[in-house]
């Protein structure tokens, strides 16, 4: 069934190594399940467009749902979209999730193959929407990030979805931190969220309800501008979740 209220998760994890696979889906992704009414069945498609749609990485996501009632498909747009009616396909998901990678690349094509309208429709009919890193910022106004090379730049073209920004890889990044607390004071990110690496923000509507980690000593973060031009910060507890 699908979910009352619109809703995103959006995260910097998911996938954790697997034990006789390469991944395992983590907490962060049964999450995704458990809010999309924890269907008998749960339908879920990856869409990896920020990496390429990379062949041994669809095949990798398929195995690690091996031994599951899961049914797993991926969305690719290299060479040309897999499926005939992509509409279609997505709106008949319990959870649509997006791979990390280049956010700019990602949302070039999404805009170019007409996604960005279909997820819109997507996310309104309760599909729920959750993803890590780029498929974390996708659904914000934009964060940071190292779509065009090693320096971090700012992204300030997401979907906006959501009216806040995002910063990602908050604790594993050295880069992040400072260059998020500069756009943020200098206008050219709004407020919002970042997430250190396992961590997830739980949006119904555009509120953030709460975040949620898959591991302990990790949090998410408030960054809003104050009315003197700097910046405050606000750490944000995580419910921790089970099965790490």
Same mark, same amino acid.
């Not at 990485?57 to 749902?65: G, K, L, R, S, V």
């Given at each position: 069934m699908p979910a009352e209220t619109p809703t995103i998760l959006a995260t910097s994890g998911g996938f954790l190594p697997g034990r006789r696979t390469?991944? *395992?889906p983590g907490p962060l992704l049964e999450l995704g399940i458990e809010l999309a009414g924890a269907p008998r069945l749960p339908r879920i498609c990856f869409i990896g467009t920020a990496l390429g749609d990379q062949a041994h990485?669809?095949?990798?996501?398929?195995?690690?749902?091996y031994g599951r009632d899961v049914l797993v498909t991926c969305l690719d747009l290299f060479p040309m979209p897999n499926v005939e009616d992509v509409d279609t396909l997505l709106r008949a998901q319990d @959870?649509?999730? @997006?791979?990390?990678g280049s956010t700019a690349n990602l949302l070039a094509l999404w805009r170019l193959h007409g996604l960005d309208a279909i997820l819109r429709r997507c996310w309104e009919a309760g599909v729920v929407l959750g993803g890590v890193s780029a498929g974390s910022i996708c659904w914000h106004t934009g964060g940071t990030t190292d779509s065009f090379g090693p320096d971090l730049r700012a992204l300030t073209d997401g979907l906006g979805f959501l009216p806040w920004s995002n910063c990602v890889h908050y /604790?594993?990044?050295?880069? *992040?931190r400072p260059l998020y607390h500069r756009l943020i004071a200098a206008g050219e990110l709004p407020a919002g969220y970042a997430t250190d690496n396992g961590v997830g923000l739980l949006y119904r509507g555009l509120v953030m309800e709460e975040a949620v980690a898959d591991g302990p000593g990790r949090a998410a973060y408030f960054v809003? %501008? *104050?009315? /003197?031009?700097? @910046?405050?910060? %606000? %750490?944000?507890e995580p419910r921790l979740l089970t099965g790490g």
């Open positions: 390469p991944l *395992r990485w669809n095949a990798a996501i398929h195995a690690a749902w @959870v649509i999730w @997006v791979g990390g /604790d594993a990044e050295e880069q *992040r809003e %501008r *104050r009315g /003197d031009g700097t @910046v405050a910060e %606000r %750490r944000i």
